[in-house]
């Protein structure tokens, strides 16, 4: 773990469909789906199994800077079907930092600017340039090397309001932020990168508004926006990308990892806008990493692409799955004083406990834990809110 030691956890086993077995046998239910990333279960579809060793025994590894194997034009091909826009140009690192770190690179050699805005409540990844990025206590780890990015406020602060209603908060939230942005000074500022609906800071579901406010200010003062759908991605949130659910809004970047393979291989993507591909089609960035566009890799997203279209994954993530969860957590909101709030977008949901009822505990600490049955669980702790992320 990025920001704990490793000590106390179960020897692992084995696991299968939504359940994870240790060395003795004890059962746990991934209520995380592990790093909100076991989208689709662990139990791997014999599709994808069989796309993954059709491409070993074809070639198991061509170098992505020396040879172009056939599944890349094929998954290029698909995303670029389903993309929203014009997003049809694709990088394919192994993991969400590394898309975060090649979005952030593209963002300052397109603009020729420095500048990344990004909000204190979000959490970017684990090397040098996304810990910068990151606004959480995790930004702490990157000490003072990561340079250039400017912190920005959340439309959902911790101890004020920016207004009584949710449509004069997100009004004055943009408001501030068009401060900042003429204060910063629009000709420094590449890109603002903000996940779409940021995760582990408690699944912040923007209000209406806010997102597309965010893409006007990008074109008003010539800034690009990048949407870090790392978690979000791939059916999450019952649709492709969480940017979906807000009107009008196409990022110029977009990055994801996770749900692309459903994490049974290490995928992440990077898609831009054509005038971006077009751009860096005469002008190569020069990314590039040992493992980028792995063959094997490639055939897995491709399968369990095609694997969540093929089962209809995101019209069962909103017409099923969603009601369930928003009922339930609503539930717990009305039974218990010191649940205040319980976000819940499709399969990425939060409870948000209130502190001051909970001041036995560490202050600043890890709040709270909730059992779910005897047999115990997989979760996970961040400040005040308990994220809950479970497979399709």
């Known amino acids: 773990s990025p920001s704990a ?62 040879g172009l194997v056939e599944v890349r034009v094929r998954l290029s091909a698909l995303l670029a079907d389903l993309a929203p826009g014009d997003i049809n140009g694709f990088l394919f690192p192994s993991s969400g930092g590394e898309a975060n770190d090649c979005a952030i690179r593209l963002a300052r050699l397109y603009t020729g600017k420095t500048k990344i805005f990004n909000q204190y409540r979000s959490y ?24 250039g990015f400017i912190k920005m406020f959340n439309p959902e602060p911790h101890y004020f309001r920016w207004g009584e209603t949710d449509e004069a908060a997100c009004d004055m ?12 000074g629009p000709s420094t500022i590449a890109a603002i990168m903000i996940e779409s609906i ?17 893409r006007s200010l990008c074109d008003k003062y010539g800034i690009l926006m990048i949407c870090d759908e790392v978690m979000t991605g791939f059916g999450r949130t ?26 049974w291989q290490p995928l992440s993507v ?28 490639m055939a897995c997203g491709y399968a369990a692409v095609k694997h969540m279209l093929d089962t209809d994954i995101l019209n069962n993530v909103k017409g099923v799955i969603q ?9 717990l909101v009305q039974k218990y004083d010191f649940v205040k709030q ?27 834990e909730l059992f779910l049955d005897s047999e115990a669980q997989s979760y996970q702790r961040l400040h005040n809110n308990k994220l809950i992320s479970k497979s399709v």
């Open 198 to 214: 940021p995760g582990s800071a408690g699944v912040l579901i923007p209000a209406v508004g806010y997102m597309e406010g965010i």
């Open 5 to 66: 030691v490793l000590e106390n956890l179960p020897v692992v086993d084995r696991a299968e469909g939504v359940y994870v077995y240790d060395s003795t046998g004890k059962k746990y239910l991934d209520w995380t789906s592990e790093a909100v990333c076991v989208n689709l279960g662990h139990t791997m579809p014999e599709t994808v199994k069989a796309a993954m060793r059709d491409q070993m025994e074809k070639a198991f590894f061509i170098y992505g800077g020396m």
């Open 173 to 184: 939230a943009l408001a501030c932020l068009e401060e900042q942005i003429v204060a910063e």
């Open 323 to 331: 009601p369930v969860m928003i009922e339930e957590l609503d539930r």
């Open 238 to 263: 019952g649709e492709l990308f969480a940017f979906q659910h807000f009107e009008g809004v196409i990022p110029d970047i977009v990055t994801s990892a996770k749900g692309l393979t459903g994490s």
């Open 270 to 297: 990077v898609g831009v806008r054509q005038r971006l591909k077009d751009f860096f089609w005469a002008q190569p960035p020069g990314w590039g990493s040992t493992f980028q566009a792995h063959p094997v890799a």
């Open 124 to 147: 970017h990844g684990g090397s040098l340039g996304p810990l910068g990025a990151t606004g959480d206590f995790r930004r702490h780890f990157a000490g003072d090397s990561a340079t």
């Open 342 to 368: 319980a976000p819940s977008n499709s399969i990425l949901s939060a409870s948000i406990f209130s502190c001051g009822q909970l001041s036995h505990l560490p202050p600043g600490g890890f709040l709270f």
